[in-house]
């Protein structure tokens, strides 16, 4: 784990070295650690109530997953045996990444989920959820009593609940005229409602997250950040797009692909920079 640690960690900072504060924010969220990040931007995500993207996730996962997916279909590789090298390939980055809770639950659904199809089963959220938990507090219960297993199965399961119920009554916001066909729609009303759709959707999950951290937070940390449920519906699509670029990057690292990955990680490098100046923004922000 220490030795692919340190490969990504030099393969990310390829041509960046030069600007620790950065590169330190873009390995601390592909390796799920905090402390790669300077004091003073721990503090600027903290204070804004986002942290967490530094923490495996799904969203995390389920992108490497769907990366190795494609990979395997181009090297034409069938799906029952694609299927097995994917889920190992996701609890090894678990295992990389130091198996945190997060990772771990993460590793845990994201098997569950593309195997139960194999099965002839159907995957539920909240279900998925229960069995990662009931097998990691089968390895070790004292994990039930630390913040990050509270935070991420408490997060999760209010998103599972909650962004349904507040997207409900939006949902006319979110389809076009029901006396306007579909085939009959312009492409501008078309974008306008996906353009609404993405907006109330993120809106949604952030509200569900913040409102399924705040216990913890409170209990933990006596601290209550508002202004996350604005910061994350910026900073989650920026942290989407880094960990994009960062899965691309480390592709080409394994070719002769030089040249593109030094401006795939400049690249990167401006979206932690973009990152870096919202968070501070929004925790600059008074109350």
């Not at 933990?220 to 942290?239: D, K």
């Not at 592709?251 to 990680?265: E, M, R």
Request: proline letters at 5%; charged letters at 10%; one cysteine or more.
């Amino acid at each position: 784990a220490e030795q692919c640690r340190r490969w990504i960690s030099r393969q990310l900072t390829l041509d960046i070295e030069d600007d620790p504060k950065l590169s330190g924010v873009i390995l601390a969220m592909a390796l799920c650690v905090a402390d790669e990040a300077q004091d003073e931007i721990e503090d600027a995500f903290r204070d804004s109530g986002t942290l967490h993207v530094f923490a495996v996730s799904g969203l995390h996962v389920a992108m490497l997953g769907m990366i190795v997916w494609q990979v395997l279909k181009m090297l034409r590789v069938r799906r029952g045996p694609g299927l097995w090298v994917m889920v190992l390939v996701v609890f090894a980055y678990a295992f990389i990444t130091g198996w945190r809770p997060s990772a771990a639950r993460a590793a845990l659904m994201v098997a569950v989920v593309f195997c139960a199809p194999s099965l002839d089963r159907e995957s539920s959220v909240q279900n998925n959820l229960g069995l990662a938990s009931l097998l990691l507090l089968a390895m070790d219960t004292q994990q039930l009593f630390m913040p990050g297993f509270q935070l991420s199965f408490g997060v999760l399961w209010a998103i599972a609940v909650l962004t349904g119920v507040f997207m409900s009554p939006l949902s006319r916001w979110m389809q076009l005229d029901p006396l306007l066909p579909v085939e009959f729609a312009t492409r501008w009303q078309k974008l306008v409602v996906g353009m609404r759709r993405w907006i109330i959707s993120n809106a949604c999950v952030s509200a569900a997250a913040w409102l399924g951290s705040l216990p913890f937070i409170l209990l933990h940390f006596q601290v209550v950040t508002p202004v996350a449920l604005i910061a994350n519906s910026v900073l989650v699509p920026l942290s989407v797009a880094a960990l994009a670029v960062t899965c691309v990057s480390l592709l080409a690292a394994l070719g002769p692909f030089g040249g593109l990955q030094v401006a795939i990680n400049n690249a990167n490098w401006l979206l932690a920079k973009a990152m870096v100046v919202s968070a501070t923004w929004f925790a600059s922000l008074p109350g």
